[in-house]
C-alpha cells in the first residue's frame, strides 16, 4: 500500500526534473577575448595563417580571430595610431571588452607604444611578443638611412629609449615573450626579454619560423585563452 502511494508522488518529481534545461557548461563557457596578430617588418598577415588555423581547431570562433596589416616603412608610432583604430573596430564588432594581442618581429614595438602611450592598457588583456627587437637589432643599421621604422629598431634610438623607460611593461596587461637561440635577426637575442613579462626561450628555431612551430603556437595560444 505504501509503495502505491509512493510511486505516483515519485513519477512527479521525475517528470519535473525531465523538464528543467541542462546547462552546457561548454555553451556558459566564457568566450575568449578577440585576438589581434601585428606582423612584423615587411611581413605579411597570412603569415600568421598556422597559427590562425591552429586556433580555429581549439575552439576560436572566425569573429575572434583578427589580422592587423601595415606599411611596415612608417614609424612604429603612426602604426600604433592605425592600430588603436583596429581595435576599436574589433571592441565595437564583437562586443568584447579587452584583446589579446600576439607580435612578431617589429609588430611588437607599435603594439607596446599603443598600449604605453595610447591608452591601450585599459583594453587589453594579454600581450604577447615573438622574435621582438624590443631592445634594437644590429640588423636594423642595414636600413636606418632611408627607413623611419628601421632607425627606431636600432638599440638606443629614441623611440626604444622612451619605449623602454621607466616600466617598459606597463598596466594590468599579462606580457609574454618567445626568444629563440637561433634567430638571426633579433641580435642579440635577449633583445626580446622584457622586465615585468614572462620571458620564456624556444627550441633552435629561425626568426620567421618562429611562428609557425606547433610548438610556439600551442603555447601562445595557453597563454592568451
Same mark, same amino acid.
Given at each position: ?5 509512493? !510511486?505516483? =508522488?515519485?513519477?512527479? %518529481? ?11 557548461? +561548454? $555553451?556558459? @563557457? ?87 602611450? !595610447?591608452? =591601450?592598457?585599459?583594453? %587589453? ?11 634594437? +637589432? $644590429?640588423? @636594423? ?13 636600432k638599440a638606443g634610438s629614441d623611440f626604444l629609449n622612451k619605449l623602454n ?35 620564456r626561450e624556444t627550441s633552435c628555431l629561425g626568426h620567421i619560423g618562429m ?15
Amino acid at each position: 500500500m505504501r509503495l502505491r502511494h509512493v !510511486l505516483p =508522488g515519485l513519477a512527479t %518529481v521525475i517528470g519535473a526534473a525531465l523538464l528543467v534545461p541542462v546547462t552546457s557548461t +561548454t $555553451a556558459n @563557457a566564457a568566450e575568449p577575448d578577440p585576438v589581434v596578430f601585428v606582423h612584423g617588418f615587411s611581413g605579411k598577415g597570412d603569415q600568421f595563417s598556422a597559427m590562425t588555423d591552429n586556433f580555429r581547431a581549439n575552439g576560436y570562433a572566425d569573429d575572434r580571430l583578427h589580422v592587423f596589416g601595415y606599411n611596415s616603412f612608417r614609424s612604429n608610432g603612426t602604426t600604433a595610431q592605425n592600430l588603436s583604430g583596429f581595435i576599436s573596430d574589433v571592441l565595437d564588432s564583437t562586443g568584447a571588452a579587452k584583446v589579446d594581442i600576439v607580435t612578431h618581429s617589429m609588430g611588437g614595438l607599435s603594439s607596446r607604444h599603443y598600449i604605453k602611450e !595610447l591608452g =591601450g592598457a585599459d583594453r %587589453v588583456d594579454d600581450w604577447v611578443s615573438i622574435g621582438g627587437p624590443n631592445h634594437g +637589432t $644590429a640588423v @636594423a643599421g642595414f636600413c636606418d638611412l632611408l627607413i623611419t621604422s628601421c632607425q627606431e629598431m636600432k638599440a638606443g634610438s629614441d623611440f626604444l629609449n622612451k619605449l623602454n623607460a621607466g616600466d617598459p611593461t606597463p598596466g594590468g596587461v599579462n606580457y609574454t615573450t618567445f626568444r629563440s637561440p637561433c634567430d638571426l635577426i633579433i641580435n642579440p637575442i635577449s633583445s626580446t626579454v622584457l622586465d615585468g613579462a614572462d620571458n620564456r626561450e624556444t627550441s633552435c628555431l629561425g626568426h620567421i619560423g618562429m611562428i609557425s612551430n606547433g610548438g610556439v603556437i600551442d603555447a601562445v595560444r595557453d597563454v592568451v585563452r
